[in-house]
């Protein structure tokens, strides 16, 4: 049971003071798979994601990061750096970018993070520092290819338009060689079409660089579409999980969306 | 191409091509310049500068710069030649019979060339009264130059030759050019030409009694040091020219972000015209400006150039710089046994420079570990405490530093390698100009480290901090280590100041180090522009001359103390009319941009909030 989960949270309890964010949750992430979690403004998901990335330290509980190499970490208690070096990637509600670089340096800082490089040899330009560069470099070209922002090589992020700060985003987590990518609201301020581009590029992340995705989302159509299981959080705490189609025949989800149990079209199951 | 009107706005290309332009005729002005003495080198320099001689090249390359403008407007498309139709000029017919043009053209052709030579040797030559007669103009063959003339034309035929013998503008050249022994002995030449060009006694120069061995140090042309480091430099830069050339391939390399939007020949050209002025211009200053460029510019250029680390590139406020300062000028005092305690033994100031370097980077690390986990306002207050903890230590620690009255006599510089007998021999108050070549010396390798380090990893990594440094996090890099690393590249280079401010003073006072150096130092950093090495230089230069220029020509009653007034005048307006400074790197121009528009902070000094998103 423990080498296929990626991602074992257990019973985990996250205080600010007197306020609980998040009480009891359990998750299990699959290796490979794409995982939703869904739930109303305020439920807990971003401190969920804060408290995987390291960081928040939840109180009680436990995290457990198992790696492809068969190592399984602790995660609570160890600084964000550290996390992501342990092989997991993220990205922001609000994308956080380096507005000042271009869209290639963003993917490249990624994509150097996991280097040895150092001052001396930066300084020095070293045999071993030009490899690495070439390395980075080919790196973040293929990168930018892989979420289709070659074009955009050398704008600078903060002229991006809203759908492609997301995509470079993602790239610049990916640069990182992440064995799991937690992405919080890929879609929050996109467009139908870009929507789609962008659930066709987190399949294609699940698929093609078997990286397993854990995702926070609003917009049900696209969870729905996207996601193999869901988890459904409200006030801190797990109250379903499932695939898509028992998600919408919840009825508790449905009356923590809704308040009552009329209107099942708020979670898609119009859509076909 | 429609019948636009012809739009009269340059951009940046266009103002590029003609300041090459311009500038190129300038070196050649300054180049082929009026004679000099061997006891003083282009000693009518002043008077020179007035001469139809220069202004002749300065016509010559308005003119140059204007006409190629023009032909690139029209090119592009932007503007139109009077001439509707495009008919075959001279030069293409001319090509056309380059092209296919046998040996007896080339006899020709070189005929040509050497006449050519001849002329423009004539007149470009040293002043002489009898400019054009048959006497001289034969007399230039004695000159080197007229060789490097007749090279020249005969290369600008050939590549007239070249360009119109290939259909789609392949050049053949000979396989051996590509080679890589001929472009590191080409660029070994090359170095060698420009230590002929840099030599300041000029009426030997391109003349075959010029390249002797013996003789006064001025005459040795072959025993100078210099040429044979400008040789050796040409070489370095060929064989990494050659390096490079195998490791990047094109692709990868318009992917640089570069300071400037200019091709690397025109950067290359800049950068040796600049080294150019560097080596040559002290030479014609009065000894106060000979003082002034090490003791008041360049010392704080230097400084400048270490807190721009710490400011510029990793965004955290320092305002405790000086302490560094003083810390690598007591090691040196310390090893040259001024102080009252005495070291196990002593060395000379050159030897203690890597001591102070290593002193200042450990108390840089010591100081960075615990303070840098603070953001902003905190961290300021803490190296602002750290610095006058440094100035009253100094003072106060009478049997250790000497206290308020002073070290004693530290030593000069003494170096005694075959072609440098740099040797002041405590006469700390001579020889300003060597100062200033030692500062020089020092300060373009410390300039090239420092370039590579912002484009490299380790740069964009301070980039990624400065802006966002949970996002930095989440991908893996550590806040504190870069942030302990940029302390301590920025606290060693200020050490080695200290060293070299040491030895030129001779004597140390505690008031050397005051926050008001801190402060200035600072000052300059914001002004030249923050995270931009070369704006950082033309800031402390800028300020710094003006400084020393108001001290004869104020207006009102100026003392040194006043300095710091007009610092900070100069702050208000620089904040008023241009906050990013007189030439932001591109990055934190960007940065301010988005800051203004309410996209992100400009520095990392301004905290972001806790860091999670809500």
């Known amino acids: 049971m423990t080498n296929d989960l990626i991602f074992d949270v257990a019973n985990v309890t996250l205080r600010f003071g007197g306020v609980t964010s998040l009480s009891g949750v359990n998750l299990q992430h699959r290796r490979g798979e794409i995982l939703a ?46 996390v992501a070096r342990l092989g997991i990637g993220r990205t922001f509600q609000a994308s956080r970018l380096f507005n000042a670089l271009s869209t290639f340096e963003n993917i490249k800082v990624g994509v150097e993070a996991r280097q ?31 979420v289709g922002l070659a074009h955009r090589l050398n704008t600078p992020a903060d002229s991006l338009p809203y759908g492609d700060r997301r995509r470079l985003e993602i790239a610049r987590a990916l640069g990182t060689n992440p ?29 093609e660089k078997a990286v397993s995705v854990l995702l926070i989302e609003h917009d049900m159509r696209l969870v729905m579409s996207l996601a193999e299981r869901l988890y459904v959080l409200n006030f801190g705490s797990v109250i379903a999980e499932g695939t898509p189609d028992e998600i919408r025949s919840n009825n508790k989800v449905i009356d923590a969306y809704l308040g009552s149990s009329d209107a099942g079209s708020a979670l898609g199951s119009s859509d076909a | 191409m429609s019948s636009r009107e012809p739009r009269f706005s340059l951009n940046k290309e266009d103002v590029r091509l003609g300041a090459t332009c311009f500038a190129g005729a300038l070196l050649l002005a300054v180049m082929t310049g009026p004679a000099g003495t061997p006891e003083q080198p282009l000693g009518a320099a002043k008077q020179a500068i007035f001469s139809s001689h220069v202004f002749g090249f300065l016509v010559f390359g308005a003119l140059l710069a204007s006409l190629s403008v023009f032909r690139r407007k029209v090119r592009m498309g932007e503007w139109h030649s009077r001439r509707e139709t495009p008919r075959r000029s001279m030069r293409s017919v001319l090509g056309m019979r380059l092209a296919t043009m046998g040996a007896s053209w080339w006899l020709l052709a070189f005929v040509i060339a050497v006449l050519i030579a001849l002329l423009l040797a004539d007149y470009t030559g040293p002043y002489v009264a009898n400019k054009f007669s048959v006497a001289q103009l034969m007399g230039q063959f004695h000159n080197t130059r007229t060789y490097g003339y007749i090279v020249f034309v005969l290369w600008i035929v050939n590549s007239w030759r070249l360009r119109f013998s290939t259909r789609e503008h392949r050049v053949h050249l000979p396989a051996f050019v590509k080679s890589v022994w001929f472009r590191v002995v080409a660029s070994a030449l090359a170095g060698f030409g420009f230590a002929l060009c840099a030599d300041p006694w000029l009426p030997e120069r391109f003349s075959f009694s010029y390249f002797t061995f013996s003789g006064p140090s001025t005459h040795a042309f072959l025993s100078h040091l210099p040429t ?122 050159f030897l203690s420079i890597p001591f102070a370097i290593l002193v200042c980077m450990l108390s840089g690390v010591l100081l960075g570990l615990p303070t840098l986990r603070l953001r902003g306002d905190y961290l300021a207050i803490v190296t602002l405490g750290f610095g006058e903890i440094i100035y009253v230590l100094a003072t106060n620690l009478q049997s250790v530093t000497g206290g308020a009255n002073g070290t004693g006599i530290i030593p000069s510089f003494t170096m005694n390698v075959p072609g440098i007998h740099f040797a002041l021999n405590g006469q700390a108050l001579s020889g300003d100009l060597n100062f200033y070549y030692l500062l020089l010396v ?28 949970v996002a930095a996090a989440s991908l893996g890099i550590s806040g504190l280590k870069y942030k302990v690393m940029a302390f301590a590249i920025g606290a060693s280079t200020s ?40 704006g950082v230089l033309i800031g402390s230069a800028v300020i710094g001359w003006i400084l020393q220029f108001l001290l004869f020509h104020s207006f009102i009653d100026y003392q040194d103390a006043d300095k710091y007034m007009y610092i900070g005048a100069m702050l208000i307006l620089a904040m008023i009319f241009r906050p990013q400074g007189l030439w932001p790197s591109k990055r934190r121009e960007r940065e301010f941009h988005d800051a203004e528009g309410g996209l992100g902070s400009a520095d990392a000094m301004s905290a972001p909030s806790d860091g999670s998103a809500a």
Request: aromatic letters at 10%; proline letters at 5%; glycine letters at 10%.
């Open chain 1, 116 to 146: 040895k490089t150092g001052p001396i040899g930066a300084m020095l330009t070293l045999p071993r520092t030009r490899r690495e560069e070439q390395h980075s470099d080919e790196k973040a070209l293929e990168l930018l290819e892989f």
């Open chain 2, 228 to 349: 044979w480091l400008w040789s050796l430099g040409g070489l370095f830069l060929g064989a990494r020219a050659v390096l490079a050339d195998r490791k990047t391939s094109t692709k990868t390399n318009r992917l640089r972000a570069r300071q400037f939007g200019v091709s690397t020949n025109t950067r290359f050209a800049l950068y040796g015209v600049a080294l150019f002025v560097a080596f040559e211009a002290p030479k014609f200053m009065s000894p106060f400006w000979q003082l002034a460029i090490f003791q008041q510019i360049g010392i704080f250029c230097f400084l400048a150039i270490g807190l721009n680390i710490v400011v510029g590139f990793a965004g955290l406020l320092d305002l405790g710089y000086v302490a560094f300062y003083a810390l690598g000028a007591y090691v040196c005092a310390y090893f040259s046994g001024a102080l009252p305690i005495h070291p196990p033994f002593i060395l000379s100031p």
């Open chain 1, 37 to 82: 979690v869904i739930g109303p403004n305020g439920a807990g998901k971003t401190s969920l994601f804060n408290s995987l990335t390291g960081v928040y330290s939840p109180q009680e509980g436990s995290i457990t990061f198992n790696s492809a190499s068969g190592a399984s970490t602790s995660v609570i208690g160890v600084p964000p750096h550290k």
């Open chain 2, 495 to 534: 050490g080695v100041a200290g060293v070299l401010i040491s030895v030129k003073s001779g004597v140390l006072f505690p008031s050397n180090f005051a926050l008001q150096v801190s402060i200035t130092v600072l000052v300059l950093v914001i002004f030249g522009g923050m995270g931009s090495i070369t």
């Open chain 1, 179 to 207: 064995e799991v990518l937690l992405l919080d609201e890929p879609a929050a301020g996109t467009n139908p079409s870009e929507k789609l581009q962008l659930a066709e590029l987190i399949r294609k992340i699940a698929r």
């Open chain 2, 442 to 469: 020092i300060m373009i390798p410390v300039l090239l480290l420092f370039t590579s380090l912002n484009n490299s990893r380790v740069g964009r990594s301070w980039a990624a901090i400065r802006e966002d440094e």
